[in-house]
T-cell receptor
Framework: NAGVTQTPKFQVLKTGQSMTLQCAQD?????MSWYRQDPGMGLRLIHY???????DQGEVPNGYNVSRSTTEDFPLRLLSAAPSQTSVYFC?????????FGSGTRLTVV | AQKVTQAQTEISVVEKEDVTLDCVYE???????LFWYKQPPSGELVFLIR??????QNEISGRYSWNFQKSTSSFNFTITASQVVDSAVYFC?????????FGTGTSLTVIP
């Protein structure tokens, strides 16, 4: 099925642990992005990519790394998780201003 | 700077009532896109509509309608004859260039 696939759906981390949230799309979209959703704050852009090998920061990039080696994949890395990174994370891809979102990853850092 | 404001944090209506969700945006760019997304309790984001800055025509889709007014920088969303299944959080969003800005959302509860 065409769309944006995020894994895992749920994750609990201990402070200081590292992990990668996976995002893959099969629509050949050039633009992909990561957002975090926190209560009362809507969704905020973390990082985005306009194509393989090109990434840039969004509104809240600190504590997160991204890379884009292929058009299909755009992983989000937390190198040293902090409780402030407890959130729901959404990946999205876009083509000509049509956004498709993944189903989200609920991350808890204890 | 770009900004989207959804002043209504929570709204409750009785089933079959009409309800309007407000959205006010700020941007100095002349080319932009506006969106509405629905987030039901299951958590996924469901695309409802996209409107570009050059198209002020209002749109109706079934019980949903959208009113885009550049003069007031608003993009309001009306649900006619609301149903329990409309209960969700609704997000208005603005896209300018490669950046995407969400409002803080309006939580709609439709009471049977």
């Amino acid at each position: 099925n065409a769309g944006v696939t995020q894994t895992p759906k749920f994750q609990v981390l201990k402070t200081g642990q590292s992990m990668t949230l996976q995002c893959a799309q099969d629509m050949n979209h050039e633009y992909m992005s990561w957002y975090r959703q926190d209560p009362g704050m809507g969704l905020r852009l973390i990082h985005y990519s306009v194509g393989a090998g090109i990434t840039d920061q969004g509104e809240v990039p600190n504590g997160y790394n991204v890379s884009r080696s292929t058009t299909e994949d755009f992983p989000l890395r937390l190198l040293s998780a902090a409780p402030s990174q407890t959130s729901v994370y959404f990946c999205a891809s876009r083509r000509i201003y049509g956004y498709t979102f993944g189903s989200g990853t609920r991350l808890t850092v204890v | 700077a770009q900004k989207v404001t959804q002043a209504q944090t929570e709204i409750s209506v009785v089933e079959k009532e009409d309800v309007t969700l407000d959205c006010v945006y700020e941007t100095r760019d002349t080319t932009y896109y506006l969106f509405w997304y629905k987030q039901p309790p299951s958590g996924e984001l469901v695309f409802l509509i996209r409107r570009n800055s050059f198209d002020e025509q209002n749109e109706i889709s079934g019980r949903y309608s959208w009113n885009f007014q550049k003069s007031t920088s608003s993009f309001n969303f009306t649900i006619t004859a609301s149903q329990v299944v409309d209960s969700a959080v609704y997000f208005c969003a603005l896209s300018v260039g490669n950046q995407f800005y969400f409002g803080t959302g309006t939580s709609l509860t439709v009471i049977p």
